[in-house]
């Protein structure tokens, strides 16, 4: 992998219908219905919405056989309307619907934590190698079976894997964590070779960007260590609604195709599923526009890995780097002061001088032509002034540079003063991988000068910036980089809103959390309850308890799992009934959904966990 240079991983090809998968086809983009695969009018309409909004895949749950046979009518009816996209089945628990639904989509997604194992029921036992091996040829005689019927009817496979549905096999030899990931992918497609069987797709799926990122580079490691190269669904599971799904979505989606890694994505919201489309496009257009870019020349570094969930060591100045939380710069030069108080930056770009409205309790930076000292005031030099830094008595000086700036002088100087604060810009098509030079040559030069990132925007749409955004920070953030991010966008989105995004952008990446955070799944066939009405009543009732993580779940297949690190969870149980969790214990079952809500708050009270709003 080159970390500087964009390019895309090279794939094998994996037939799906009429749109084949990877090799030298585009990033496909896709969706999952919402409706209830048994009722055929409304999935072939909800479908044909997916289609028409650009999705080149649409993928529907198959719970049962009755479900899985029922494909057969929709897919009937979507053909009669004159559409030939490719469908996917949805399948967990039960290899008797993947069979069934096998005969006629294209394509059916399995899990191989439940695709024979059934539901998880860890409880820490360990397993013998005879024990181990015993579980294995269960799963070899269970999958052959279908893959034989894939033959026989051309249809793809997509071993998915979800970070919170692993079998108890797995988990008693990996534990919860991204290597047992690889590891129960990797068994399931070693089985597939061994059956000479080759039109597959992979998953890693987590709503934790941190695992799901490592997971996805840790497979491609063992893909290629193995002479496999299967093509790659990104997406993070239970992103949410609103910015923050989209947010979440870009850091981990964004974060892979940066790398060159993905051959399709889905955007996970807890919204209708044509919503989720153009978001996935925007993605991959944001993502294509580096395509060729103008070589960056750097060299990674020896100490640095890839699968390191470990921040780059720096100094502390102020109440930047070390073990500080990263702050948020806001751009505030064209002397606007108006602040959401939930999302108060830490410190306010100003520009030439400070003017007199501005707040006196937040730091700001100031150019160092106009800066006259005074508390909570700090300078801000550049290339051409630089030289200026050693005479400046600040306790804390900002130095904004880009790579190309970066020369043998000021590496001098950052290895001489410990005050400075680099504020790292780019103009580069692929300002991610010239991001990354910057930090990795102050790496091989032993400088542990604390990095700010800052990324210039021209967008009036809040949905645009979000993405961009996501992607950009996102990715430098997975890396382990960044003490700080600052965002300056040039169009006409407030700037206050621009905060709350740099923010969510730093809790997506899981390095500072500054709100309640939801873990809730995208609507899908098995869903138990209306999930946006749903989510928007417990936002309503939670949303100030920034300390907690609330998971909202549709219904039990990946709920308990996928919201491993929830402090609650809200999880559907049955029509019309839910179940309410404390961490990963079902602590309330089958309660009526109408008054779910005010149960799950009154478990937070009782846990001593509430605050009342202010």
């Known amino acids: 992998m080159d970390f500087f240079n964009y390019k895309r991983r090279i794939s094998s090809e994996t037939k799906i219908g009429d749109t084949p998968l990877g090799g030298n086809n585009p990033i496909r983009i896709q969706s999952m219905t919402s409706t209830n695969t048994n009722d055929t009018k409304a999935s072939a309409e909800q479908s044909i919405r997916i289609i028409e909004a650009g999705g080149e895949y649409v993928r529907l749950t198959a719970q049962g056989v009755r479900e899985g046979e029922n494909l057969k009518n929709i897919k009937e009816e979507i053909r009669k309307r004159g559409y030939n996209t490719p469908l996917i089945a949805d399948i967990h628990f039960n290899p008797r619907a993947a069979e069934a639904a096998a005969k006629y989509v294209e394509k059916v997604r399995i899990n191989p934590g439940n695709f024979v194992d059934g539901v998880k029921r860890f409880d820490g036992k360990d397993l013998t190698d005879e024990e181990y091996a015993e579980e294995l040829n269960k799963i070899r005689t269970k999958l052959t079976s279908f893959l034989n019927i894939c033959k026989e009817h051309g249809t793809a496979v997509r071993i998915g894997v979800n970070h919170g549905s692993l079998s108890d096999r797995i988990m008693s030899r990996y534990g919860d964590t991204p290597e047992g990931m690889v590891e129960s992918c990797m068994e399931f497609l070693r089985i597939c070779i061994e059956q000479d069987f080759h039109d597959i797709a992979i998953s890693m799926k987590a709503s934790n960007t941190v695992v799901m990122t490592k997971a ?138 400070l003017a007199s409205s501005a707040p006196k309790s937040v730091s700001a930076i100031v150019d160092f032509e106009g800066w006259k000292g005074g508390q909570n005031t700090y300078p801000l030099f550049d290339k051409t002034n630089y030289t200026e830094i050693k005479g400046n008595s600040s306790g804390l000086k900002f130095l904004e540079l880009s790579y190309p700036e970066l020369s043998e002088d000021i590496i001098s100087l950052l290895k001489t003063d410990s005050s400075i604060v680099l504020i790292v810009t780019t103009n580069h098509a692929n300002g991610v991988g010239e991001q990354r030079a910057f930090v990795h040559t102050l790496m091989n030069n032993g400088c542990e000068t604390p990095v700010v990132f800052k990324r210039n925007y021209q967008e009036n749409e809040a949905e645009d910036i979000q993405v961009k955004a996501g992607i950009d920070f996102g990715t430098v953030l997975l890396d382990g980089f960044g003490n700080g991010i600052m965002i300056e966008n040039e169009g006409n989105i407030p700037q206050k809103r621009i905060d709350a995004y740099s923010f969510g952008i730093l809790q997506a990446a899981r390095v500072r959390t500054s709100k309640t955070e939801y873990i809730s799944c995208p609507s899908c066939g098995r869903t138990l309850f209306d999930l946006q009405s749903t989510v928007a009543r417990i936002k309503e009732a939670t949303s100030h308890l920034k300390h907690l993580k609330i998971g909202i779940m549709g219904c039990i297949v990946n709920g308990p799992g996928e919201m491993a690190d929830a402090d609650y969870g809200y999880v559907g149980a049955e029509k019309g009934k839910v179940s309410l969790y404390k961490k990963q214990e079902c602590i309330e079952k089958n309660i009526p959904s109408d008054c779910a809500v005010e149960r799950l708050v009154q478990l937070i009270k009782d846990n001593n966990d509430w605050v009342d709003p202010k």
């Open 216 to 353: 996805v580079r840790l497979l491609v490691q063992k893909m290629d260590e193995e002479g496999l190269a299967f093509p790659l669904h990104l997406g993070v599971t239970e992103a949410g609604d609103g910015e923050d799904g989209r947010i979440k979505s870009a850091v981990g989606i964004g974060a892979l195709l940066s790398d060159g890694l993905g051959d399709t994505i889905r955007v996970s919201l807890s919204e209708d599923p044509e919503i989720e489309i153009p978001v996935a496009a925007k993605m991959v257009d944001y993502i294509n526009r580096r395509t060729n870019h103008s070589r960056i020349e750097a060299v990674a570094n020896a100490d640095y890995s890839q699968f390191s969930t470990l921040r780059r060591k720096t100094y502390s100045v102020g109440n930047i780097g070390g073990d500080q939380l990263p702050v948020v710069i806001s751009d505030r030069k064209t002397g606007n002061f108006e602040f959401d108080v939930h999302f108060l930056p830490d410190y306010i770009y100003v520009g030439k001088e």
